[in-house]
């Protein structure tokens, strides 16, 4: 799948919520470390090509990079955060 074997230590999970948003908005910006990056890919892809929206689990993995690295990934995750307080 071209990921490079990462340091299942930056897979840690934060300890209080607001930690936890912070750490997700910098990896869907581009931000967090290349293992957090690349596991979050890989899942993605893995998802993208279980709904058929991708033929091969690595061209999956290849968009959702390509969807952190443009900003699109955080931009999505923020749409969703404004129609969530829209709702309320």
Avoid: C
């Avoid at 929206?53 to 390509?66: C, M, N, P, Y």
Wanted: charged share 25%; hydrophobic share 40%.
């Amino acid at each position: 799948l071209g990921l490079h074997q990462g340091n299942r230590n930056d897979l840690r999970g934060a300890v209080d919520p607001e930690e936890a948003f912070l750490q997700i908005q910098r990896v869907l910006a581009g931000k967090g470390s290349k293992t957090q990056i690349e596991t979050v890919a890989l899942n993605a892809g893995a998802l993208l090509w279980l709904v058929g929206d991708v033929s091969t689990i690595k061209e999956g993995v290849e968009r959702a990079l390509h969807l952190i690295h443009s900003g699109k990934a955080l931009d999505k995750l923020k749409e969703v955060m404004d129609y969530q307080r829209q709702a309320r």
